[in-house]
């Protein structure tokens, strides 16, 4: 249901326009954020978001860094204050807190149920165009969109979990 909905906001907007490389480089991209969801979620029951979120920073910089430094040789980083607040800001909001938040959530819900709100990533990008950048919606990416929806609410909401085995007391142990 949700493939559906992106397929017609895809319409809407014309259809989808990529290079093969970027097309590899969006499914490499969700390929590694499920392994990475899938292989953190057994650390959960270890670790806290906290610690996991340290770690996975700390060690990822490494190799963003790495590919960086021929650009970084010749920036002159003579940024004002408010560049600086504003990379804080990117680095405290959108990477460190949203690390936490995804942490907890694989950690209380596990990994496949918080996987499904991560859908929501576009309502959100889509209310902040219509409020910020003054955007439009097309019928198609309306359409879109409560598909989407109703692919996150069909889990949530009618996929009965299955109920847990309760012990037989009378037979004897």
């Not at 990477?95 to 959100?124: C, K």
């Not at 990008?125 to 969109?145: P, R, W």
Request: glycine residues 8%.
């Amino acid at each position: 249901m949700t493939f559906v909905g992106i397929a017609l906001i895809a319409l809407a907007n014309g259809g989808v326009g990529s290079s093969l490389n970027g097309t590899l480089i969006a499914i490499g991209m969700a390929f590694t954020w499920a392994c990475y969801t899938i292989a953190i979620a057994p650390l959960m029951r270890r670790y806290s978001p906290y610690r996991i979120s340290a770690l996975v920073l700390a060690i990822g910089w490494v190799p963003l860094a790495l590919v960086s430094i021929p650009q970084l040789r010749d920036e002159q980083f003579s940024f004002g204050w408010k560049v600086w607040l504003a990379f804080a800001y990117a680095v405290v909001g959108p990477l460190f807190l949203t690390n936490i938040l995804w942490f907890t959530a694989i950690a209380r819900v596990g990994a496949s149920r918080a996987s499904l709100f991560a859908n929501l990533q576009p309502f959100f990008a889509v209310f902040f165009a219509l409020i910020l950048l003054k955007e439009s919606l097309h019928t198609l990416e309306i359409a879109g969109g409560v598909l989407i929806f109703a692919g996150i609410a069909w889990e949530r909401f009618w996929r009965k979990p299955k109920p847990a085995a309760v012990p037989d007391l009378q037979s004897p142990p």
